[in-house]
Every structure is written in structure tokens, then in C-alpha cells.
């Protein structure tokens, strides 16, 4: 599976932004696919999780309640909508996908396989 993370731009703090990622390659059906973000001199973070097949959603605390993450099974795509926006989710955010991560490793980035290239959150105060 190739991924293709998109929608990454400059919003002020509150703002919204939607980001995209785009499967090619294979579809994403039977995959869980997870989104990761890394700031600079960070670690990276997890930030959502979706299961395709019965669309169960996951969330880290600091994004719960302000995050949304979904499927479009028509685009082969999942989306990841970000809402109140605050100078601290400024990092580049990543798509993710597996087939075969099991429901406790969700939260960790070893257990993915497949990753796309990465998009640019900024946030201004």
C-alpha cells in the first residue's frame, strides 16, 4: 500500500484543518490505519486510529473531543478533521496503515507497515 497524506497548512490557533490520506497500490479495506504526528526535537506521537472494517475509532487524550478521524471506502481514503486547533498540535502529521496490528499496539508506530510521506500542521498563536 502506498499512502499519500495531503491537506497540511498554516491555521491560527482555533482553526480547523482537514487532512487526507490517499491509498494506491492496495486498498485499505481490512487495515486499520493510524495517524502519527512528530513536532521538532519530539518523538513521534500517536494521535487517531481507525479500523476500516467496523470503523471503531481511537484517540490520544490531547486530541480527544477536537479530533475526528473517517473512512470514504468510494475514495480509498481516511481523513483526519481537526478542529480547535491550538499552537501545540503544530507538527508534521503522518497516515499509517496494517493489516495485521492487533488492538493494543494501535497507539504505537512499530506496529505499522505502511506510511506515507508526511504533511505540515502549523498553528499560530
Known amino acids: 500500500v502506498q499512502l499519500q497524506a495531503s491537506g497540511g497548512g498554516l491555521v491560527q490557533a482555533g482553526g480547523s484543518l482537514r487532512l487526507s490520506c490517499a491509498a494506491s497500490?492496495?486498498?485499505?479495506?481490512?487495515?486499520?490505519v493510524g495517524w502519527f504526528r512528530q513536532a521538532p526535537g519530539k518523538g513521534r506521537e500517536f494521535v487517531a486510529a481507525?479500523?476500516?472494517?467496523?470503523?471503531?475509532?481511537y484517540y490520544s487524550d490531547s486530541v480527544k473531543g477536537r479530533f475526528t478521524t473517517s473512512r470514504d471506502s468510494v475514495k480509498d481514503s481516511v481523513y483526519l478533521q481537526m478542529n480547535s486547533l491550538k499552537p501545540e498540535d503544530t507538527a508534521v502529521y503522518y497516515c499509517?496503515?496494517?493489516?495485521?496490528?492487533?488492538?493494543?499496539?494501535?497507539?504505537?508506530?512499530?506496529?505499522?507497515?505502511?506510511w506515507g510521506q508526511g504533511t505540515q500542521v502549523t498553528v499560530s498563536s
Open positions: 499509517a496503515a496494517s493489516r495485521t496490528i492487533i488492538v493494543s499496539s494501535y497507539r504505537n508506530d512499530n506496529g505499522y507497515s505502511y
Open positions: 497500490g492496495r486498498t485499505l479495506r481490512n487495515h486499520v
Open positions: 481507525i479500523r476500516w472494517n467496523d470503523r471503531n475509532t
